[in-house]
């Protein structure tokens, strides 16, 4: 099926460990976005990317670092992990940039730092 | 900046019973405005939208209507089902900024 996939679906990290989220979408949206969902705190954006080979920050990109070198992937790098970055973490493309025709959203990869 | 706000939940209905959830936003430009529902295990799906004041986004018998008088965008459904048990987040995009904005979630339980 068509969307939006992510891996790991879950990843249990010691703090100070590094590991690197995929994103792949088949749907050839230039927009991909990564976001973290937490309690009471509804999605943040991590970082974002306007097309292959770009990338910008969000609200909350301390500690993460993206790659985008294809137009179909979108990689999230946690360098050295810190049990604040314990998550879910969802990515999402886009046809336009305003999001008119809706996020395609990936299922999410639950990650915890201990 | 831009902002949403929505109602603090969690809301627990019965079968049947009629449902709202509030949101409201500020925006530096002129918004479009999503629903978005995130059912367990799942990553989030586009409900509805509104891209212009006093428009009407409807789907799966949920509606909401852009008030810019009121900077709102509130959810309803007339008859809950069990099925509609989900977090429901309120989003808001602006023209030149590329992204969605999200309120907090409201996480909705519908007992039969």
């Known amino acids: 099926n068509a969307g939006v996939t992510q891996t790991p679906k879950f990843r249990v990290l010691k703090t100070g460990q590094s590991m690197t989220l995929l994103c792949a979408q088949d749907m050839n949206h230039e927009y991909m976005y990564w976001y973290r969902q937490d309690p009471g705190m509804g999605l943040r954006l991590i970082h974002y990317?306007?097309?292959?080979?770009?990338?910008a920050k969000g609200e909350v990109p301390d500690g993460y670092n993206v790659s985008r070198l294809k137009k179909q992937n979108f990689l999230l790098g946690l360098e050295s992990a810190a049990p604040s970055q314990t998550s879910v973490y969802f990515c999402?493309?886009?046809?336009?940039?305003?999001?008119?025709?809706?996020?395609?959203f990936g299922s999410g990869t639950r990650l915890t730092v201990v | 900046g831009n902002s949403v706000t929505q109602m603090e939940g969690p809301v627990t209905l019965s079968e049947e019973a009629f449902l709202t959830i509030n949101c409201t936003y500020t925006a530096t430009g002129y918004p479009s405005l999503f629903w978005y529902v995130q059912y367990p295990g799942e990553g989030l799906q586009l409900l509805l939208k509104?891209?212009?004041?006093?428009d009407k986004g409807s789907n799966k018998g949920f509606e909401a209507t852009y008030r810019k008088e009121t900077t709102s965008f509130h959810l309803e459904k007339g008859s809950v089902q069990v099925s509609d048990s989900a977090v429901y987040f309120c989003?808001?995009?602006?023209?030149?900024?590329?992204?969605?904005?999200f309120g907090a979630g409201t996480t909705v339980t519908v007992r039969a």
């Open positions: 999402a493309s886009s046809y336009d940039p305003k999001g008119l025709y809706g996020y395609t």
């Open positions: 990317s306007v097309g292959e080979g770009t990338t």
């Open positions: 989003a808001l995009s602006v023209s030149n900024d590329y992204k969605l904005s």
């Open positions: 509104a891209t212009k004041a006093d």
